[in-house]
């Protein structure tokens, strides 16, 4: 069979198990989960020798020491895969909620119950960890799954994958639900990518380039993040101490994630005060400042922000400062650099929080919180599958409801349209 | 201009209105949409005089009676579109409704917000009225809209924009946020379909071939809905009085739109009693019937039915019928050829009938009902702006929220992350 083909199978055959996934209980997909943990800690020695066959290709193909430990597996890690699939277990189902209910002049009760998507295509990149975490939530959620890790892992992706699929066989669900494909050409994926007759959305987990990619090739819907440029405005009235903590936390807590701040805004009758005291703090911990004049009038050790910074996705401890003469003006401003990701207020007054929360449409919109809790886990999500961006299906932080769809239900008693 | 450099400058002024609609409060909107309804019945001689010109360019270039008819303004028309604009109106607002919210273990309240999906862009054929409906359902929900209607329609489609935009402006409502593409060349919409960074969402509104051209070309998502392959299963403890009444209403009361009921299962116990109950009754009001065995040795009358007749969205007064054995092999029927679009069964039992809703996924299951329910406005969802037969964001009759997403909003006091 040509790669095509077996794609085509793939696709056929978790489309046909997908059915099957759809009506299995919540005790059957917690009792699968659990015993899924279970076989990849007794399997560890097994994982760690198909691993090994990953790491000494990458490191004859000369991949980097960072890719390389993002590969490794070891006692601990595997540890994590099965913890983070006693998570899911304990996480409630999504399927078969009645998320309202409600009843027409004939009498007919009408409703919306949450059900699956169906099949769901993951396309990823080096860690093997994703292998077992995205199939979990994909299955507790009542979905067949078919991944596509990265040529790297291929070996590691395989092994966990075939312990997991053995779980399900023994527990008489049928293995098709949770496929790998099998081979790494590229082809592979671009096949993939056109069933859109039987696959319902596909995640891309990985860089910018991975997910332009597959943006630009699917013709099934997907779902995406390219970056997160996060703000946060110091209103005139912000409580600067808890301004300082929350700016220090978002920026330098963890400077490489989609959700650390990036822009910073200052209400302009803030700035004489604010602005020599968080320039000092951040230059303390080796922030580099680029600032606008106004800002850099108070903070002259800050370096000239450009155009190009106000768009800048940093991932570093570099951080964009500018002071704005109004709410107005900074949610202007956020519209037009803002990513849609995440955006923050830290202010006392009342009216312009609830402003800033109504009038700022990024995914996630705080006040006097971190920006580092737009994540699954930290709003209470449980298990994060990815975030979007984008505002079809699911927009922010998605968590097992993002992996379902509602569908209409009509109890009657015989009633006919006139 | 080029029309690609037009387009384009049509989809970024839009881009900037939506900002505005998105902070409209739902008391301005009421008064735009009510002031809309009354410049349309005052400017009946106008709009007539502009249709007036479709008209003749349609009969010139050989349209069909039916097409002419679709196409055709008159008083009662018009009135008809400014009450829908009324009703609309008269609906809630969905944006800024927060669908639920929590407290975290740190104490910060999370909550989801409705918000406006942004800019919407929709595809149409030959009606005029769809440019009020959908214009009016768009900026209820805080959206601003770019609309592309059918070319035999434009000289109309341009009049009733311009009363509209019209109100706009008087009311200070930037008039970009309602944009009609103002020439038909085909260009145009493809230019449409490739603005991925300033429109959110495309709905075709036609027939499958408009839709599919859509779906061809589009960059950006696109909500449709091909056809309606209705099923409607005739336990073996039904009500038979009930069921015919059902069928009859599901068949016969409007054949040719796609929540009409096209294939007809019935259960094997059921069959030596009520097929030729049904059979009779169907061919006594003209219905054609297609039968597979069992049920034509319980209705000869009935043709054979082939492969085919399973797929097929008849659109007339044609019936599939099917015996089929149990629950199980009705629902596999209905997985192997069904649209996904609306199932019913007629039961007088309390098993099966809960087990059809679970199981069934369709976009709307009903239990002692017509399929001919499955429509916004008989759900209650108010006004439709269409229909969405695949899962992402919205599945079966869309109303005025699924033209909004849900935004993260988190209210803390200080928190940030360890």
Redesign the interface.
Known sequence: MTIAEQIRQIAENARKAS?RM??LSSGAKNDLLLAMATTLELGTPGLIAENAKDLEAGAAKGLSAAMLDRLMLDDQRIKGMADALREVAALPDPV?EVTKM?K?PND?M?GK?R????VIGIVYEARPNVTADAAALCLKAGNAVILRGGSEAIHSNRAIAALLQGEMTKAGIPAEALAVIPFTEREGVLEMLKQEDLI??IIPRGGESLIRFVVEHSKI?VIKHYKGVCHLLVDASA?FA?AE??I???KT?RPGVCNSLETLLIHKDAAPQFVPQIAAALSNLKVELRGDEIFREHAPQAKVATEQDWHEEFLDLILACRVVGSLDEAIDHI?TYGSLHTEAIVTSDYAN?QRF???V??????????T???DGN???LGAEIGIST????S???MGLEDLT?????????????C
Not at 115 to 118: A, R
Not at 405 to 417: A, L, N
């Open positions: 059915h759809a009506r078969g409600w027409r007919l009408v119950m059900i699956p998507l169906g319902d959305l819907p409580d808890m903590k929350i220090i936390n978002a807590q519209n929080a929360i109504r009038e449409n990024s995914s996630c919109v705080l006040v006097n919180a971190s580092r809790f737009a930290q709003l209470g984008t505002k079809l299906h927009f922010g932080p769809t509602t569908k209409f239900i009509v109890y009657g008693d015989g009633q006919v349209r």
